[in-house]
T-cell receptor, first 114, second 115 residues
Framework: AQSVTQLGSHVSVSEGALVLLRCNYSSSVPPYLFWYVQYPNQGLQLLLKYTSAATLVKGINGFEAEFKKSETSFHLTKPSAHMSDAAEYFCAVSDRTGRRALTFGSGTRLQVQP | GAGVSQSPSNKVTEKGKDVELRCDPISGHTALYWYRQSLGQGLEFLIYFQGNSAPDKSGLPSDRFSAERTGGSVSTLTIQRTQQEDSAVYLC?????????????FGPGTRLTVL
């Protein structure tokens, strides 16, 4: 069975500071990995995805994530936080065994302080 | 173009009543997914459709939950004899095909409150 762990349910950073949101996965086969963002009262929007090409993946809004197989991690980073980045972020895994469902982490709420 | 739409956006019902939630996927997307988002359980997969068939119903929490999709487009999630624990946001998503690497596009959700 696959699972996703997001360390830190709440992360607070200052505007302009580095954003680091952590995601670790457990999967029996090399997974596909996704980061989604959810703004209040909205659906989820894809930020980026890893599908076994380059291990460093660049996404929208200046976010990127690096797949590290040895650490089973897929942490999300952004060099400089903006106020508009305040939202909830979800890491998800698709385990490539044909189930087609995404398994989501519990989410990390990012707060950006002025 | 239009994204995934869901209706109603909010639904308040009494315990024991039946409810129907609707999802309109992005035009041309053959795969459709239902998830549930609740405080206690996070985001849970319920069911997915490829075309009109549902190969995986393993996420449906009980036999009170059912879903159908007609014409390869609109889907309806039905909850019979609603219980308070059914209160959650029900999210629908669609993708070009049911592939593990395909992006799933999410709708805004239906917030269900069972009194």
């Amino acid at each position: 069975a696959q699972s996703v762990t997001q360390l830190g349910s709440h992360v607070s950073v200052s505007e302009g500071a580095l954003v680091l949101l952590r995601c670790n996965y457990s999967s029996s086969v090399p997974p596909y990995l996704f980061w989604y963002v959810q703004y209040p009262n909205q659906g989820l929007q894809l930020l980026l995805k890893y599908t076994s090409a380059a291990t460093l993946v660049k996404g929208i809004n200046g976010f990127e994530a690096e797949f590290k197989k040895s650490e089973t991690s897929f942490h999300l980073t952004k060099p400089s936080a903006h106020m508009s980045d305040a939202a909830e972020y979800f890491c998800a895994v698709s385990d490539r065994t044909g189930r087609r469902a995404l398994t989501f982490g519990s989410g990390t709420r990012l707060q950006v302080q002025p | 173009g239009a994204g995934v739409s869901q209706s109603p956006s909010n639904k308040v019902t009494e315990k024991g009543k039946d409810v129907e939630l609707r999802c309109d996927p992005i035009s041309g997307h053959t795969a459709l997914y239902w998830y549930r988002q609740s405080l206690g359980q996070g985001l849970e997969f319920l069911i997915y459709f490829q075309g009109n068939s549902a190969p995986d119903k393993s996420g449906l929490p009980s036999d009170r939950f059912s879903a159908e999709r007609t014409g390869g487009s609109v889907s309806t999630l039905t909850i019979q004899r609603t219980q308070q624990e059914d209160s959650a946001v029900y999210l629908c998503a669609s993708s070009l095909e049911a592939r593990d690497y395909n992006e799933q596009f999410f709708g805004p959700g239906t917030r269900l409150t069972v009194l």
